[in-house]
């Protein structure tokens, strides 16, 4: 069972940034894709980004090209997401996944799951 705890959420105007952080305690991390998804309120949870277990070919929603950054952390764990020109349609309840495997996907089908961060995207 691998536990994965995001943080970094917040409130913040439109055009600002955050990052967001996932980490876990589980020495098996490197052998894990990790992916953020979203979930706005009364939508689906979409995929974001993900990035493959060596660091290498992000993957990024075409929604969120060129304003956001992927980047992971292996010694410590640790996996980011730089957000950058928020757009109050960012807002959402963000959760990072791992799915045991190199090259990492946006379908969902993830083994792991964290409990979530929200971001809120408001003047």
């Known amino acids: 069972q691998m536990q994965l705890e995001e943080s970094g959420g917040g409130l913040v105007q439109p055009g600002g940034s955050l990052r967001l952080s996932c980490a876990t305690p589980?020495?098996?991390?490197?052998?894990?894709?990790i992916g953020w998804f979203r979930q706005a309120p009364g939508k689906e949870r979409e995929g974001v980004s993900c990035?493959?277990?060596?660091?290498?070919?992000?993957t990024y929603a075409d929604s969120v090209k060129g304003r956001f950054t992927i980047s992971r952390d292996n010694a410590k764990n640790t996996v980011y997401l730089q957000m950058n020109s928020l757009e109050p349609e960012d807002t959402g309840v963000y959760y990072c996944?791992?799915?045991?495997?190199?090259?990492?996907?946006?379908?969902?089908?993830?083994?792991?799951w964290g409990k979530g961060t929200l971001v809120t995207v408001s003047s």
């Open positions: 589980s020495t098996s991390f490197g052998k894990f894709a």
């Open positions: 990035i493959s277990a060596t660091g290498g070919t992000p």
């Open positions: 996944a791992a799915e045991l495997a190199w090259l990492c996907n946006l379908n969902g089908n993830m083994d792991y």
